[in-house]
Nanobody, 119 residues
Framework: QVQLVESGGGSVQAGGSLRLSCASKRSILSSFVSYNMGWYRQAPGKPRELVATETSGRTTDYADSVRGRFTFSRDNTKRTVYLQMNNLKAEDTAVYYC??????????WGQGTQVTVSS
């Protein structure tokens, strides 16, 4: 079982920054390195959308709306991925979810962390 725990959400003014973290609890290193990790978000009344995700080649794809402002990274030794969010905008307000796609095993989700950007 993959358990993902997000943290780092909060309230910030437009133009500010936040860094989200997602720790993969209970994962051994050899499993964690095989996960393709990603971040998604869901605003009220809207479907969940992709923010950033690793490809099978371990490059990162970003949504057009966040490219150049958000940066995905991972630290395998800590079994943690991050989303650095700069120059935040009101439209970035959403619940942000971490996802782990474990090839052949399934996709797993964290509980989400709220990000609120005030203009």
């Amino acid at each position: 079982q993959v358990q993902l725990v997000e943290s780092g959400g909060g309230s910030v003014q437009a133009g500010g920054s936040l860094r989200l973290s997602c720790a993969s609890k209970r994962s051994i290193l050899s499993s964690f390195v095989s996960y393709n990790m990603g971040w998604y978000r869901q605003a009220p009344g809207k479907p969940r959308e992709l923010v950033a995700t690793e490809t099978s080649g371990r490059t990162t794809d970003y949504a057009d709306s966040v490219r150049g402002r958000f940066t995905f990274s991972r630290d395998n030794t800590k079994r943690t991925v991050y989303l650095q969010m700069n120059n935040l905008k009101a439209e970035d307000t959403a619940v942000y979810y971490c996802s782990a796609n474990w090839p052949g095993r399934g996709q797993y989700w964290g509980q989400g962390t709220q990000v609120t950007v005030s203009s």
